[in-house]
């Protein structure tokens, strides 16, 4: 089966257009309507309902759709891995998320650079949605997130869980539980989350938290990013939950308290392709291993190569 085909009716069903569909694939609509007539001859099957606005497929068109879209998958992984192991490449590309330079990222990148100096190291901030679209392109090698996203075509290890802290204001009431608050503790607070630019993120995550407690914070509000938050909390506006390597930012007036509830922590995943099982790949995993022994952070050795 014809890849271009593939590729062009994929795009036709997501946009549910031709019109869009062209400009999506840069080229004219005339020709793109051709290949997705021949598509339906080849098959011998129609794979969108006529006269359909917006444009609708049909069971086939579903059934095709599904399995397409594996396939184009398959063929990007593979591509990128023949590569790899090819030695056309000497870059190791790294999506993360912003808040984990804040912790113990930069020590792994570092050892990593110094252990592996034929390597081109190069970091790119994604989201972890991001990140497994990425991944699934060939575009990064390894992605570092939070969020728990399922994807066939990667391989998701969980690092470690890190706590949860409280920020809040050195006038705040609270600072006085110094051996830490639970949720419960903080529905009546103005409670800051982050990022508020695509969903799901590390806010979506807390106020699943929130949830698992069957408790409803009534003063939330969501900005742009972590520094904001903070920034909002030193003036004294709200709190805002965050992670235990946050506590590296310090400005006037801004404390961190822990959060005691035992669900109240932020996994870290590493995510990579499923076929990806490189000495790169494999190294960079000693490095975060070798890290945490140093910091003396417990960890479970789930990734062996």
Same mark, same amino acid.
């Given at each position: 089966?014809?890849?271009?085909?593939?590729?062009?009716?994929?795009? #036709?069903?997501?946009?549910?257009?031709? /019109?869009?569909?062209?400009?999506?694939?840069?080229?004219?609509?005339?020709?793109?309507?051709?290949?997705?007539?021949?598509?339906? /001859?080849?098959?011998?099957?129609?794979?969108?309902?006529?006269?359909?606005?917006?444009?609708?497929?049909?069971?086939?068109?579903?059934?095709?759709? %599904?399995?397409?879209?594996?396939?184009?998958?398959?063929?990007?992984?593979?591509?990128? !891995?023949?590569?790899?192991?090819?030695?056309?490449?000497?870059?190791?590309?790294?999506?993360?998320?912003?808040?984990? &330079?804040?912790? +113990?990222?930069?020590?792994?990148?570092?050892?990593?650079?110094?252990?592996?100096?034929?390597?081109?190291?190069? !970091?790119?901030?994604?989201?972890?949605? %991001?990140?497994?679209?990425?991944?699934?392109?060939?575009?990064?090698?390894?992605?570092?997130?939070? &969020?728990?996203?399922?994807?066939?075509?990667?391989?998701? #290890? &969980?690092?470690?869980?890190?706590?949860?802290?409280?920020?809040?204001?050195?006038?705040?009431? +609270?600072?006085?539980?110094?051996?830490?608050?639970?949720?419960?503790?903080?529905?009546?607070?103005?409670?800051?989350?982050?990022?508020?630019?695509? %969903?799901?993120?590390?806010?979506?995550?807390?106020?699943?938290?929130?949830?698992?407690?069957?408790?409803?914070?009534?003063?939330?509000?969501?900005?742009?990013? &972590?520094?904001?938050?903070?920034?909002?909390?030193?003036?004294?506006?709200? #709190?805002?939950?965050?992670?235990?390597?946050?506590?590296?930012?310090?400005?006037?007036?801004?404390?961190?308290?822990?959060?005691?509830? %035992?669900?109240?922590?932020?996994?870290?995943?590493?995510?990579?392709?499923?076929?990806?099982?490189?000495?790169?790949?494999?190294?960079?995993?000693?490095?975060?291993?070798?890290?945490?022994? !140093?910091?003396?952070?417990?960890?479970?050795?789930?990734?062996?190569?």
């Amino acid at each position: 089966m014809d890849m271009r085909r593939l590729r062009y009716y994929v795009a #036709v069903a997501e946009e549910k257009s031709f /019109t869009k569909a062209a400009e999506k694939l840069f080229i004219a609509q005339p020709p793109l309507s051709r290949q997705i007539q021949n598509l339906e /001859t080849d098959l011998g099957v129609l794979l969108f309902e006529r006269g359909s606005r917006p444009l609708k497929m049909t069971p086939a068109g579903e059934f095709l759709y %599904q399995h397409a879209v594996k396939l184009l998958s398959n063929a990007a992984e593979i591509r990128a !891995m023949t590569q790899r192991i090819g030695g056309l490449e000497h870059t190791v590309t790294m999506g993360f998320v912003g808040s984990l &330079l804040y912790g +113990l990222l930069s020590k792994i990148v570092y050892l990593y650079s110094q252990q592996q100096p034929h390597l081109k190291i190069e !970091m790119i901030e994604m989201t972890t949605m %991001q990140q497994v679209t990425a991944l699934k392109e060939g575009r990064i090698d390894v992605g570092f997130g939070r &969020l728990r996203i399922s994807d066939p075509a990667v391989k998701r #290890v &969980l690092l470690r869980e890190e706590p949860l802290f409280l920020a809040l204001h050195s006038n705040h009431h +609270l600072l006085a539980q110094k051996e830490g608050v639970y949720l419960s503790d903080i529905v009546d607070e103005n409670i800051f989350l982050y990022p508020n630019h695509v %969903q799901p993120s590390f806010a979506t995550q807390v106020q699943n938290l929130f949830s698992e407690y069957h408790l409803d914070p009534t003063n939330l509000r969501t900005v742009r990013e &972590l520094q904001l938050a903070l920034g909002f909390v030193a003036a004294g506006i709200g #709190v805002c939950i965050v992670p235990e390597s946050a506590r590296s930012i310090q400005l006037a007036h801004l404390h961190y308290i822990p959060i005691l509830d %035992q669900s109240a922590v932020s996994p870290i995943f590493m995510s990579i392709r499923n076929l990806d099982k490189s000495k790169d790949i494999t190294a960079l995993f000693e490095c975060i291993y070798q890290i945490y022994e !140093m910091e003396g952070i417990k960890y479970e050795r789930h990734y062996k190569g």
